[in-house]
């Protein structure tokens, strides 16, 4: 976690994509201004989505209805640009309804095209304060709802606060349920700790310490051990969560072979192995047993394979083991540590298979389209 390179309004960009159809932040960050959307909001979280590498059969009133199934859609347009695919750009009512739409709508396939969903947003370009001989604050357990703007208010009694960030899921933006704090002076950042440390802030009691830096780490901020300690994996769930999602597994290992490896963590009371995908899930008696498993284990070797540990999601009737990633399809999850999905787009999953029936009525309703339902399209778009 490189705590110095977070940008505010980057997002994860990693430079411009020029691939077919991908988001080009220089050119359609205009493009949907030129639209008439208001890509800047009082919070600094969007919720303006850009959908590219579309078919150019498609119509705003299906995009409309297609997101809509997500949550309520304010404004809606596809651009038809000559020498190349049309694109869209869907304005919802809040940037949690367009961040569960990026994480479900994100890579389905529609009408035989992979959708290239992305925020509509310009990169950052806002130099930061150089915080790197600045006193840093780990704050644990934080709200869903508390902001960078909440968390320094709350802290800015204690002192001249020089920075504030809430760690959010580069794709989601969601909050990760952490965040970090920093003071000029030593005794500010101290007695910070050591009065915030369990009052309510939001809907939860924080939890605040020293913030773990790297040795060595120069520039303008402050750089953080790229393994996160134990307090900020266990600040990534829900306090009831004791469930460890474990990817990577050899086919040669057998359930026993996961519980003596496990087991010195703390006391197992259920593993659930999917032995053909390779993963499964290990439901430790406490969280900090699974916290600290993943801790240990993730990216280690296991029987000549590296592991990727999560947290598991559990809802009442166990264990989620599947989501569909195009329409009609479910494979296996692969997400990586640090990216589990909430339960904002567990619901979303839930609603793939309306989109889908959706989409044939859509087309059905279409002259052009009948001799292509006829001919018998399968759940992704394919003839049969």
């Keep these: 976690m490189a705590y110095a390179n977070y940008g505010y309004g980057s997002y994860g960009y990693g430079g411009e994509d020029f691939s077919a159809g991908a988001y080009n ?10 639209a008439g959307f208001d890509l800047k909001t009082d919070d600094g979280l969007p919720r303006t989505i850009y959908v590219g590498n579309l078919d150019v059969s498609v119509t705003e009133d299906f995009i409309t209805t297609l997101f809509g199934q997500i949550g309520p859609v304010t404004k809606t347009k596809v651009i038809f640009d000559s020498g190349s695919e049309p694109y869209a750009f869907v304005e919802f009512v809040d940037h949690y309804t367009a961040a569960q ?12 095209k992979e959708m290239k969903v992305n925020w509509a947003i310009q990169p950052g370009t ?10 840093h604050i780990f704050v644990g357990d934080l709200s869903p709802e508390i902001d960078n703007k909440t968390l320094k ?15 959010r899921d580069p794709t989601t933006l ?20 050591e009065q915030m440390n369990g009052q309510w802030l939001g809907r939860r009691t924080i939890r605040t310490n020293w913030a773990t830096r790297k040795p060595g780490a120069m520039g303008g901020g402050v750089e953080y051990s790229s393994k996160p300690t134990v307090d900020e994996i266990m600040a990534q769930t829900s306090p009831e969560n004791t469930s460890v999602y474990v990817g990577g597994v050899p086919p040669g290992a057998t359930e026993e072979d996961i519980r003596s490896t496990f087991r010195r963590f703390g006391n197992i009371v259920d593993i659930r192995y999917f032995k053909p995908q390779g993963y499964a899930f290990v439901k430790y008696e406490t969280k900090l ?15 000549g394979q590296t592991l990727r540990l999560n947290w598991g999601k559990v809802d009442g009737g166990g264990t989620k083991t599947t989501e569909p990633t195009s329409f009609g399809t479910n494979t296996a999850p692969t997400s990586m540590f640090n990216s589990s999905s909430t339960a904002s787009s567990q619901a979303a999953s839930a609603q793939m298979q309306q989109y889908w029936q959706y989409y044939q009525q859509y087309y059905q309703q279409n002259p052009l ?4 339902w006829q001919g018998g399209a399968t759940g992704n778009g394919q003839q049969k």
């Excluded at 479900?104 to 009408?111: A, P, V």
């Excluded at 806002?126 to 006193?135: G, V, W």
């Excluded at 969601?174 to 700790?193: Q, T």
């Excluded at 389209?369 to 292509?372: A, I, K, V």
């Design 25 to 34: 932040p220089r050119y359609h960050y205009a493009a949907a201004q030129n």
């Design 101 to 112: 739409a990026l994480q479900s709508m994100n890579r389905r396939l529609l009408l035989d």
């Design 126 to 135: 806002q130099q930061k304060i150089d915080t790197s001989k600045h006193f």
């Design 153 to 167: 208010d709350a802290f800015v009694p204690f002192g001249d606060v020089s920075d504030s960030k809430v760690i």
């Design 174 to 193: 969601m909050s990760k349920g952490y965040g970090f704090v920093s003071f000029p002076k030593r005794e500010e950042a101290e007695r910070a700790i």
């Design 289 to 303: 047993a699974a916290g600290k498993a993943i801790h240990e284990m993730n990216s280690n070797e296991f029987m």
């Design 369 to 372: 389209w009948n001799g292509y």
